[in-house]
């Protein structure tokens, strides 16, 4: 059975964009290091730091879907039919943007409209044993609200950004979630790589 994972790069306090949807210092790290390397679609080259490379291949390899909102598809242009991790992608959506589905047919997207739930059972299909990732705030956050999620990756990047619209999770609608000590801790150069468990006996 495959593991639901909400992954995601955020700043020290908390934050995965500012208002403006930019990111300021949070991709560095994904630059910074002497090893090339080509995102699994070819679209772009990344260079890690040693201590990075095992942790991304790892990572990469392991996807068998991504899961998100429509406003990550939207700012990511759909990622032009063939998202960087070259895997399939579930769109939770109220309204699905036919224009862009007619001219992307061959694109494996698919798009949900009657909730995360949902969502994640046609992700779980798709993804076979391998995971199913969960990226955005406002998904994850109701991924984790609902029980969904088996664990949360972090790449953890020492910025602080001060403000921003876009805070990983967000407010939740219940009491304080208490995950489980970190099964990976690893220290890149200007990234943390962090995986905490949750636990679902809560």
Not at 66 to 87: E, K, P, S
Not at 104 to 131: L, M, N, Q, S, Y
Request: glycine share 10%.
């Amino acid at each position: 059975m495959s593991k639901v994972v909400a992954q995601a790069i955020t700043s020290l306090d908390g934050y995965v964009a500012k208002a403006d949807n930019s990111i300021g210092h949070l991709f560095d790290w994904l630059q910074n290091g002497e090893v090339e390397l080509s995102t699994p679609a070819g679209d772009f080259r990344v260079h890690l730091a040693p201590q990075s490379v095992e942790h991304w291949r790892g990572w990469a390899s392991s996807l068998g879907v991504l899961v998100c909102g429509r406003t990550l598809f939207d700012v990511a242009g759909g990622w032009n039919g063939r998202h960087t991790l070259d895997i399939p992608v579930v769109v939770v959506t109220h309204r699905p943007p036919a224009e862009w589905i007619d001219a992307h047919p061959d694109a494996p997207f698919t798009f949900v409209t009657d909730g995360v739930e949902t969502a994640i059972e046609r992700a779980k299909e798709i993804a076979g044993d391998r995971v199913v990732a969960v990226t955005g705030g406002t998904i994850a956050r109701q991924c984790l609200e609902l029980g969904l999620l088996d664990e949360v990756a972090i790449d953890l990047v020492p910025v602080v950004m001060g403000a921003g619209n876009r805070p990983f999770f967000g407010e939740l609608s219940a009491e304080d979630v208490l995950l489980g000590n970190p099964t990976t801790c690893i220290q890149g150069d200007r990234v943390t790589h962090l995986v905490f468990p949750v636990d679902k006996s809560q």
